[in-house]
């Protein structure tokens, strides 16, 4: 078994993350991938918020071998600190993939896509938002989650993905087309910063 300690900081202003996850798997069996669609756990952790289908995947898929989330949202500015523990002989040179989502977003979701256990020190990452692509950014609250809406009604679908892209890329934050202020709740990438480092002895 090998443990690798996890460091998440939310480096936005006022975009809470929705629990973040981090998920070993081999590089062959990707969590998500930039510019293809999004598979359907993606699709529920960026549009809800919700990582229980990435923990299925995380533990009953080919090519995944372990994860680790934490137990509540990360505020703006907090740092969740975690551990992942994994059996890298179900995985062949196993790498990591991170995700959380913007909860005052329709889609948004901060996302690392297979990046390599180091051994010897620290891996430290600033990844973007990307958009899931799943749903249309209409910057609703009909259909936003986060705490930005805090009188609206349980959202409903958006649509079944009508008007949205298609496909996972780098997120154009928020225009201020529907109920958000763009002055409080839009960003400019990076949005975390994410530190992986072995725990000495495993």
């Given at each position: 078994?090998?443990?690798?300690?996890?460091?998440?900081?939310?480096?936005?202003?006022?975009?809470?993350?929705?629990?973040?996850?981090?998920?070993?798997?081999?590089?062959?069996?990707?969590?998500?991938?930039?510019?293809r669609k999004?598979?359907?756990?993606?699709?529920?952790?960026?549009?809800?918020?919700?990582?229980?289908?990435?923990?299925?995947?995380?533990?009953?898929?080919?090519?995944?071998?372990?994860?680790?989330?934490?137990?509540?949202?990360?505020?703006?500015?907090?740092?969740?600190?975690?551990?992942?523990?994994?059996?890298?002989?179900?995985?062949?040179?196993?790498?990591?993939?991170?995700?959380?989502?913007?909860?005052?977003?329709?889609?948004?979701?901060?996302?690392?896509?297979?990046?390599?256990?180091?051994?010897?020190?620290?891996?430290?990452?600033?990844?973007?938002?990307?958009?899931?692509?799943?749903?249309?950014?209409?910057?609703?609250?009909?259909?936003?989650?986060?705490r930005a809406?805090?009188?609206?009604?349980?959202?409903?679908?958006?649509?079944?993905?009508?008007?949205?892209?298609?496909?996972?890329?780098?997120?154009?934050?928020?225009?201020?087309?529907?109920?958000?202020?763009?002055?409080?709740?839009?960003?400019?990438?990076?949005?975390?910063?994410?530190?992986?480092?072995?725990?000495?002895?495993?």
């Amino acid at each position: 078994m090998e443990t690798y300690k996890v460091r998440v900081t939310n480096l936005t202003f006022k975009q809470d993350f929705s629990p973040p996850i981090i998920v070993a798997h081999e590089k062959g069996s990707p969590l998500f991938s930039k510019g293809r669609k999004a598979r359907g756990a993606i699709k529920r952790m960026a549009e809800e918020g919700v990582n229980r289908f990435i923990e299925i995947i995380a533990t009953r898929e080919d090519g995944f071998c372990g994860f680790a989330a934490a137990e509540g949202p990360l505020l703006p500015g907090k740092t969740w600190n975690g551990e992942i523990t994994f059996d890298a002989n179900k995985c062949k040179r196993p790498v990591y993939s991170v995700v959380a989502k913007l909860t005052n977003t329709n889609d948004a979701f901060m996302g690392i896509d297979g990046s390599k256990f180091l051994d010897k020190r620290p891996s430290k990452l600033f990844p973007p938002a990307f958009d899931a692509g799943t749903e249309k950014n209409n910057e609703k609250c009909t259909c936003i989650r986060g705490r930005a809406c805090p009188a609206s009604p349980k959202p409903r679908e958006n649509l079944g993905g009508r008007g949205s892209e298609g496909f996972i890329h780098v997120h154009r934050g928020i225009n201020g087309v529907g109920d958000l202020s763009q002055a409080d709740y839009d960003w400019k990438n990076p949005v975390a910063e994410v530190v992986v480092s072995k725990v000495e002895g495993e």
